[in-house]
Nanobody, 124 residues
């Protein structure tokens, strides 16, 4: 079992920045960030593999950066140039230990463990 705890969400004006953190009880080879807006399906935002390669949704490319600090057992999501459409609950997730996802994955079905989420609200 893997426990994940997100933090760093909040309210910000359009154009602003936030950095989300996800403390993970056990880092794995495949980790990612997802978000869900009201009445919408959960969608992949960014994924990272064991080599540090990142994959991003088209809507966030060039604005968001995923990274990890294995010494701190923490996954990050740096979000810059935020837009109102970035508003939603943000979740971190990891795939089961020993499982790979080359280049990172944005597929919800790929992941086995999820955090409780942290709210991000971007106002115009």
């Amino acid at each position: 079992q893997v426990q994940l705890v997100e933090s760093g969400g909040g309210s910000v004006q359009a154009g602003g920045s936030l950095r989300l953190s996800c403390k993970v009880s056990r880092m794995t080879y495949c980790m990612g960030w997802f978000r869900q807006a009201p009445e919408k399906e959960r969608e992949g935002v960014a994924g990272i593999d064991s080599f540090g390669n990142g994959r991003y949704a088209d809507s966030v490319k060039g604005r968001f950066t995923i990274s990890q600090d294995n010494a701190k057992n923490t996954l990050y999501l740096q979000m810059d140039s935020l837009k109102p459409e970035d508003t939603g609950m943000y979740y971190c997730a990891v795939k089961a230990a020993g499982k790979y996802c080359a280049g990172g994955s944005l597929m919800v079905s790929e992941y086995n463990y999820w955090g409780q989420g942290t709210q991000v609200t971007v106002s115009s």
